[in-house]
């Protein structure tokens, strides 16, 4: 069965730091990944997918086939970042969630 | 387009009650999901369909009935609530495009069974 693992359930870091939220997965395929945020009390949104390569809000993730990973990353963590993030990922079979990282921005 | 809409935003409800969490998408998508997200354990697949008149179980889809008459509108429905059904409920639709695959999220709705 197809699984995404994000092994951090909460993740404390200071404002400006550098941040790095993991997460693996498991299938054999090319997958498909994304990364979504959700503010405190709000809906989910969809942060990047690794098929555009794109960087939202200073966030890149770079998809690793050997580590089978796709790790989320801002050079320079700011207040406003602190929420929940979701990995997701997946292929034809269908698409799963990790169990999500508490990001939190310490002043 | 008002995206993804889900009602009601919060709900409390008695042990055996049953009750619908409505959810309606006005951006012509087939394929439309219902998750439960409970702290620990992230999101979880209820129910999915992939078009009109076509639903599935997905990992959690005991106690929880689904229907897809129309294209826009995907009832999630708790038969007999219990109180491990309490969780925040989001309901989501998503499309394949050129770009790949896009989901979109409900606001949620907060439900409490006692």
């Known amino acids: 069965a197809q699984r995404v693992t994000q092994p951090e359930k909460l993740l404390s870091v200071f404002k400006g730091a550098p941040v790095e939220l993991k997460c693996n997965y498991s299938?054999?395929?090319?997958?498909?990944l994304f990364w979504y945020v959700q503010y405190s009390r709000q809906r989910l949104q969809l942060l990047l997918r690794?098929?555009s390569r794109e960087s939202i809000k200073g966030f890149t993730a770079d998809l690793n086939k050997g580590e089978t990973s796709f790790h989320l990353k801002k050079p320079f963590a700011q207040e406003e970042d602190s929420a929940m993030y979701y990995c997701?990922?997946?292929?034809?079979?269908?698409?799963?969630f990790g169990k999500g990282t508490h990001l939190i921005i310490q002043p | 387009n008002a995206g993804v809409t889900q009602t009601p935003k919060f709900q409390v409800l008695k042990t055996g009650q049953s009750m619908t969490l409505q959810c309606a998408q006005d951006?012509?998508?087939?394929?439309m999901s219902w998750y439960r997200q409970d702290p620990g354990m992230g999101l979880r697949l209820i129910h999915y369909?992939?078009?009109?008149?076509?639903?599935d179980q997905g990992e959690v889809p005991n106690g929880y009935n689904v229907s897809r008459s129309t294209t826009e509108d995907f009832p999630l429905r708790l038969l007999s609530a219990a109180p491990s059904q309490t969780s925040v409920y989001f309901c989501?639709?998503?499309?394949?495009?050129?770009?790949?695959?896009?989901?979109?999220f409900g606001p949620g709705t907060r439900l409490t069974v006692t």
């Open positions: 989501a639709s998503s499309y394949f495009g050129t770009s790949g695959y896009e989901q979109y």
């Open positions: 299938y054999s395929g090319s997958p498909e």
């Open positions: 690794h098929i």
């Open positions: 997701e990922g997946g292929g034809a079979d269908g698409l799963t």
């Open positions: 951006m012509n998508h087939e394929y």
């Open positions: 369909s992939v078009g009109a008149g076509i639903t």
